[in-house]
């Protein structure tokens, strides 16, 4: 039940975090301070014009494109961008979420973070609306995204955020366990049935050594992971999670349930799947199929080479998958030359140069139609059949919901719902409860 707790640890700390002082504050950020993506003086955290340059901060999870940063500056002596990075996505939403009550007056000007969190932010950080910028841009234009993440744009009536890039779930597979189990290595499991099938077939033909399934809502030890995953799972099924307006919650329904006793049941009914997931254990060939991101597509290249093998995401009726990756913001300084410079960077950051270089190094999507359509791209895709797959999965997309309370109700999903998976509650009764907190949460930003 650890992790439990720690979902419920992190919760507690974002919704104290945008309620206390000053003093709690302080106390907050010293514990979950980013880490510079590189040597810089620490006066440079305040933003503004100091001796003709700008300064700005750009806050990003993960990791930075240190040297994509480094020539933007070199590019613009006008223009100085410090980075600094957080371990993860919630670290770094909680830091925005303290700095804003706080009154701070050092938040970032640029931020790079999970699309889910676009609408959170903007509750406590407004965010600069970007239309008038697109369309006075020479080269950045809401019409170069795909549909989808025009739509993901906005905000109510606000061009909030932009995808810079895109990820998914997808089912890696391992071709020698597939080859060992009599199973057909060029025709991985499409529905929820054929993966019960494969794994069942996995753990009869190779033993106890070798885990048939995983998930990274298992295996990992962030809520969203399980949250999306299932969300996924509802939608495939045909169900939906919320009405279009987003004020009364539908996945308390038949194929809500019986999504989440899909995830469940790998682990307690069939058990193709286990709680006792192995470390790096898909990348040590001790595990036969894993639903994880595009983002892992090198690590486990390097890993298992021509071994693996890449499917969509499986699905009840059909596949559907969760769009994740990273959108780009602005926070509205209220200073008209610190908004174009901060613009100027994000531009910079979702060009053609900086946008594949983050494709090829971090198995992100190009959300960007004509830069997908360059011929660099297309031969990166044609070197690779797991970005193919991957890429193809964008036809096959679902969404998460942007409002200000999802980071909320996503930690609620999982701590609701993870219970079952040691069946302290059955998924009925687990989509009951989640049902009426998700009624309170929502009842809360009304």
């Not at 006075?136 to 744009?153: G, I, P, R, V």
């Amino acid at each position: 039940m650890k992790k439990i707790v720690a979902a419920l640890l992190v919760g507690a700390i974002l919704l104290g975090g945008t309620g206390c002082g000053s003093g709690g504050a302080s106390d907050t950020a010293s514990q979950s301070s980013p880490q510079p993506a590189a040597e810089s003086d620490s006066s440079v955290q305040e933003t503004g014009e100091k001796e003709g340059v700008i300064e700005l901060v750009y806050w990003k999870s993960y990791r930075v494109n240190q040297d994509a940063v480094d020539k933007f500056n070199a590019d613009h002596p006008n223009i100085h961008v410090t980075a600094e990075v957080f371990p993860d996505h919630a670290s770094t939403l909680q830091k925005i979420q303290v700095q804003a009550s706080a009154g701070s007056a050092q938040m970032p000007n640029v931020i790079q973070l999970d699309t889910c969190m676009t609408a959170t932010v903007d509750s406590v950080a407004p965010l600069l609306d970007l239309k008038p910028y697109l369309d006075k841009s020479d080269t950045l234009k809401l019409d170069n995204f795909y549909d989808t993440f025009q739509e993901e744009a906005y905000v109510g009536d606000k061009v909030a955020g932009l995808h810079v890039c895109a990820n998914c779930d997808v089912l890696f597979y391992n071709k020698e366990i597939f080859e060992q189990a009599g199973l057909d290595t060029e025709n991985p499991p499409s529905t929820w049935d054929e993966v019960i099938a494969a794994g069942k077939q996995i753990k009869e033909k190779c033993g106890n050594d070798i885990i048939p399934f995983a998930y990274t809502g298992i295996t990992g030890d962030y809520y969203e992971q399980f949250s999306w995953e299932w969300q996924a799972m509802v939608q495939s099924a045909g169900g939906a999670l919320f009405n279009d307006d987003y004020t009364e919650p539908l996945f308390n329904s038949p194929e809500g349930i019986e999504a989440l006793q899909f995830l469940v049941g790998s682990v307690t009914d069939t058990q193709i799947a286990t709680l006792n997931y192995p470390e790096k254990g898909f990348e040590n060939g001790k595990v036969g199929m894993y639903m994880d991101g595009t983002w892992s597509i090198n690590t486990y290249q390097e890993a298992l080479g021509e071994n693996l093998g890449t499917g969509l995401m499986p699905g009840k009726v059909e596949s559907k998958v969760m769009v994740g990756g990273d959108q780009m913001m602005i926070v509205d300084s209220k200073d008209e030359a610190v908004n174009d410079a901060a613009f100027e960077f994000l531009t910079y950051m979702m060009s053609e140069e900086v946008v594949i270089a983050n494709s090829k190094e971090q198995g992100e999507l190009v959300c960007q139609k004509p830069i997908a359509e360059t011929e660099v791209y297309q031969e990166y895709l044609s070197a690779s059949s797991s970005m193919q797959v991957a890429q193809s999965a964008m036809d096959h997309c679902a969404y998460r919901a942007r409002v200000p309370w999802y980071d909320e109700w996503s930690q609620a999903v999982y701590a609701v719902c993870e219970p079952c998976l040691y069946g302290e509650i059955s998924c009925e009764d687990a989509l009951a409860e989640l049902e009426s907190q998700t009624k309170d949460i929502i009842s809360k930003y009304q």
